[in-house]
Each structure stands twice: as C-alpha cells, then as structure tokens.
C-alpha cells in the first residue's frame, strides 16, 4: 500500500469513489467540516479540495458517494437531514444540484450506479431502497414488502378500532386504516395517542419531545410542544383519563432538571405540576385510569408519585434495583391505583419485570 492522503490530512470517516470510464479519477468524501470532498485527477498523488452540497452529512452514519461507471465527472453523493437527500456533480465536483423532484428517503447509506449505465442508480436508507432511471432527477420507493421497520410506540383509537397511529425509528408517525398504512408526519416517529372520544383527534411526537396533534384525522398537524426545555429520546405523555383535554408530558425545564408538565386545552397551553423531580429527563410517565389524581413519573435511576393530582410528589423507588438496571416502562392497574407494574431495561440478570401492590 502506498499512501496517498497529499492535502487531506486527517478527516475522519471517508468514502471513496472511482469511475471505470477513468480510472485515474479518484473522489474522496470525508467526514470532517459537515463532508468535504477532494477529487484527484492523476491516481491520487495530488488532490484538489472540491465544493459539497448543503451541510447534512453525518459522517459518523451516513456519508454515501459513487460515481458514474460512463462519466467520470458525474458524481452522486448523500447524507442525512431534510436538506442533503441525493445531490448530483456533473462537473467533476465543482458544482452541484439538488435534481430530486420526488420522495427519497434521507439518512443514506449506500447508492450505487447500474454497471455500464450512466442514467440508473440504486440507494439504500433509513427508508429502504430506491431507484432512479434518469439520473437522480426522480425515484421509485422499492421497498414494498420489506419488513424493516422499528416502531417505537403505538396507540389505538377507542371509538374505531381499526385506526391505529405508529412511530417508527427514522420513518415518522404512519396512520394504519386496518391493513392499509399511511405516513403522516415525519422525523423520528415515537409516542402516538388517540383521543379516546375522538379517532380524528390523535397526537404524535418526533424524538425529543416534538409533539403534534390532528384535529381532522391525520390530515395536518399543528405543533402542541412545550416551548421551554425538551423531552426524552423517547417522550412520555398520557391522556387524562377523565378529561380528553388535557396531557400529561414528562419532559425537562431550560436548567436541564426533570419535570411534569400538564395541558387543559390539548397542549395549547402548558404549565408545571412538579418542582425539578429530578436532574434528569423524564422518561416514564403512567396516569390510574380509576383516580386521575395518581400520576407516576420518573427517569432510569428514580421514581416518583403523586395522589394528588401533581401537587406534592414522593420518591417511591426504594425496593427497585436501579443501580443495576433503569426503568424503561410502568402500567398500572386500571381499577386500583396503587397496583403498578414496572419494566426495567439492561443486562442484570432477574430484574426485569417489578409489581407493587401499596
């Protein structure tokens, strides 16, 4: 092996692409600076820093470039983000364009020309695979029957059973008429509700709190989410089980601590019900349906209830072995308040699934 890194010194992560149609071309797309592209036009024994698309490359995940097997200047590179799809160079890497008019899915991990064939391009992603016969300008999803997708968390509606919302790991919130599934909201797809009086009434949530709510069945979607602080990963929020208006969130203040917050009007407006329970996100968020005054609330290391309705809270943990394991998930008993159960999550043998009945 022979070095070649001349004028590129150290840039993380790199793809690299070379063109049959010359093989003395060579693109090297790094991670560093949001990606940086060099091209070499002698074999690599000196490199020219080219101009890239729009920042939205996480070079860390997904960091795509291939070039054409007819045309040595015609260059495909991808990212991640809404802005940095599939972009095209036709010149070499001097300047690019945006030629998608068409869904592609981001967060690109692999796209690849059709040998011998300077119009057909393969792409792999977050969202399956896709291709495109004019040269990126349009894309065909092929992922029908591919069953890839991660959800994180659904909910079903009370007053039609059949209508089911779905938050899925880097393919947003899809809404499931019986067997047939429509995407309705973007980003990371993570909690989703139905009010139980209302299936056109649903809410969604995005990674770190996003909150959205429907009023017309999934059709638009306003944004609801606390403006001050954020939430979890994974944001916990419930529906009052006496009041279809009102929305219980675990999320965290502007200083970072743990804190409940609570909607009257379907999270139009939000206000405090708990003091900095904790100087960590809350993650775990549970309401009795038969006293809505007992809420649950708490993070991976701690757990806290109220009895009356948010005003004063206890640290209820002790008991739980969470310095061997975290609390993922809690239930709890629908006719008996004090019934809980609890999921914890890790590698300590035993301790998975608490019950408490005080």
Not at 159 to 184: A, M, R
């Amino acid at each position: 092996w022979a070095s070649l890194n001349n004028n590129i010194g150290t840039r993380g992560r790199m793809s690299l692409a070379v063109s049959p149609a010359n093989a003395q071309v060579i693109y090297a797309l790094c991670q560093t600076g949001g990606g940086t592209l060099f091209s070499s036009t002698n074999g690599g024994t000196t490199w020219n820093n080219m101009s890239v698309p729009a920042a939205g490359f996480y070079g860390f995940y997904d960091l795509v470039l291939t070039c054409s097997p007819v045309d040595a200047n015609m260059v495909y590179v991808g990212g991640g983000g809404s802005n940095n799809d599939i972009q095209k160079s036709t010149d070499g890497g001097a300047t690019w364009t945006a030629p998608i008019n068409n869904y592609i899915h981001v967060d690109n991990h692999d796209i690849e020309p059709a040998p011998n064939s300077g119009t057909t391009v393969y792409c792999t992603n977050d969202g399956g695979v896709f291709r495109s016969y004019d040269g990126g300008v349009t894309w065909t999803d092929l992922s029908n029957g591919l069953a890839i997708a991660q959800f994180y968390r659904l909910g079903c509606s009370v007053t039609n059973p059949s209508v089911v919302y779905c938050g899925q790991q880097d393919n947003g919130c899809t809404k499931s008429v019986g067997n047939d599934f429509y995407s309705v909201i973007g980003s990371d797809g993570m909690e989703c509700l139905v009010d139980y009086t209302d299936e056109n009434t649903a809410y969604t949530c995005s990674q770190y709190g996003g909150l959205n709510r429907t009023d017309n069945g999934g059709l638009s979607f306003t944004y609801v989410a606390p403006n001050n602080g954020s939430g979890d990963w994974v944001t916990p929020y419930v529906i009052d089980p006496i009041d279809h208006n009102t929305l219980y969130l675990g999320y965290t203040d502007s200083m970072g601590m743990g804190v409940v917050e609570k909607s009257n009007d379907q999270g139009n407006n939000w206000n405090y019900i708990s003091n900095n329970l904790d100087s960590s996100v809350i993650n775990v968020l549970a309401i009795s349906r038969s006293n809505h005054n007992y809420i649950y609330a708490g993070n991976m290391a701690h757990l806290y209830k109220t009895t009356d309705g948010g005003t004063t809270w206890n640290l209820i943990s002790s008991g739980l072995p969470l310095s061997q394991a975290g609390v993922l998930y809690m239930a709890v008993n629908d006719t008996n308040p004090n019934s809980i159960w609890v999921a914890l999550g890790g590698y300590s043998a035993g301790n998975k699934v608490y019950q408490s009945f005080d």
